[in-house]
């Protein structure tokens, strides 16, 4: 049976709470005027605030993962955000939830590890991070990363625009991996007109997950219909994704900024899980650490 105990933690600026289960954040409260800068998890739109994706991020191609000759089975973004972690530390500012291979977890995916998730407040400042070990005797291979769906302030389905999206890198396009069948991509790169600023439309999305692979995006900044910065996040990651539900025309009330060390499988892929696109490999005893952070800018 699954665990929804919440836990939250919080400072002068922010009031954050986490889930065990899935060590999913699930709430961001600015305390300054008492707003909810997270998505709620309305299955109407879609049934997750913040869902971390490991050891695989996106799709396996027919749900399939060949690791070391042998075939596993895995859905999108694996399995630990719909794992129940075990809390490791708890600060008034700070708490720490670890996942440990199981029985369960082993026979979608062979390997013994240790995965830990952090949520740190520093001022106005959400800092993230992963810590994956490798606890067995031989290298594993993985993949990492975020989903997490931040509110848009300015939302109205009426509106043809909700808000604006502004990147770091001030070109005015990008190269786009395109996305094809089962939530794989096709292994072609579309450049496309999009910055450094966006609009927020059902338009935007026409190419599903906007994938944006090795290109120097550190920072993605989401901005209310006034142009007005009410959000930042900033990694380093090798792959971005941007995402947000359309329906029946209508763009969904928020967006997801996704940092990945990682990505999908490209099309028809029934290679080694090991030679995956963006995959991270660790020697036995070996830890991989990565970060992102989430600013909650003045409103």
């Not at 129940?84 to 977890?105: G, H, K, M, R, W």
């Not at 991270?280 to 005893?285: I, Y």
């Amino acid at each position: 049976m699954s665990m929804d105990k919440i836990y939250t933690i919080e400072n002068d600026r922010l009031r954050v709470s986490v889930s065990v289960h899935g060590a999913e954040l699930t709430s961001i409260i600015r305390k300054a005027d008492d707003t909810e800068m997270l998505w709620q998890a309305d299955e109407r739109w879609w049934k997750r605030h913040s869902p971390v994706l490991f050891p695989i991020v996106g799709s396996l191609w027919q749900g399939t993962a060949v690791i070391e000759g042998e075939e596993y089975h895995m859905g999108q973004h694996g399995f630990a955000h719909d794992s129940d972690f075990t809390l490791v530390e708890a600060q008034p500012q700070s708490i720490t939830f670890a996942l440990n291979d199981t029985d369960i977890t082993r026979s979608m995916y062979p390997y013994h590890f240790r995965l830990e998730i952090s949520y740190e407040l520093h001022d106005a400042t959400i800092e993230v991070k992963w810590r994956v070990r490798n606890t067995d005797t031989r290298p594993i291979h993985f993949q990492i990363g975020a989903h997490p769906a931040f509110l848009l302030p300015s939302y109205n389905p009426a509106n043809k625009v909700q808000g604006y999206i502004r990147f770091d890198d001030p070109r005015t396009s990008y190269p786009l991996s395109v996305v094809g069948q089962l939530g794989c991509v096709t292994g072609q790169i579309r450049e496309t007109p999009l910055g450094p600023e966006a609009a927020i439309t059902p338009r935007l999305f026409d190419v599903a997950t906007i994938i944006v692979e090795n290109v120097p995006m550190r920072s993605v900044t989401l901005l209310d219909l006034e142009r007005r910065p009410y959000l930042r996040l900033t990694h380093d990651a090798p792959v971005i994704g941007i995402w947000a539900p359309v329906k029946n025309g209508t763009v969904a009330p928020f967006v997801c900024i996704e940092p990945w060390y990682g990505r999908c499988d490209t099309m028809e892929y029934e290679g080694d899980f090991a030679k995956r696109p963006w995959t991270n490999t660790l020697s036995p005893g070996e830890d991989f650490d990565a970060r992102y952070a989430i600013d909650i800018l003045s409103n």
